[in-house]
């Protein structure tokens, strides 16, 4: 038997289905039509084929993806998006404009791991 989630809230809901990183921008790039993996991968910096394959299997399953297979020598998948992954998208677009807005400053967060900014030189008096 399957458990259904149960969710605090829409976002709470929402960020599942997002699950992080990778699903926004595959979504994003799927955005003007359908990809074949190889394509999609070359478009996704930073992201391994390994974790690329769990994300769209993922997506697939929760039904934002549809994987059309094609019969043919060597064989051929394209990744599109369903509507309910379109909806997904339409309603991630103000987030997307909130971060072009806002890219300077959030570039300017400091992450875990980042060197601490240089302290202020201490202001020096002169003795007499």
Known sequence: MVKRRTY??????????????W?????????????RFGELRRRMHGISERVLIVQVREMETAGLLHREQFNQVPPRVEYSLTEFGRSL??????LAEWGERNMRIIEAIP???DAPADPQPA???ATG
Do not use: F, N, Q
């Open 89 to 94: 998208l339409e309603a991630m677009m103000p």
């Open 23 to 35: 699903k926004a921008l595959i979504l994003w790039e799927l955005s003007e039509g359908p990809l």
């Open 123 to 125: 202001a020096t008096t």
């Open 111 to 113: 992450r875990d791991g």
């Open 8 to 21: 605090t809230c829409g976002v709470d809901a929402a960020i599942d289905v997002m699950g992080g990183k």
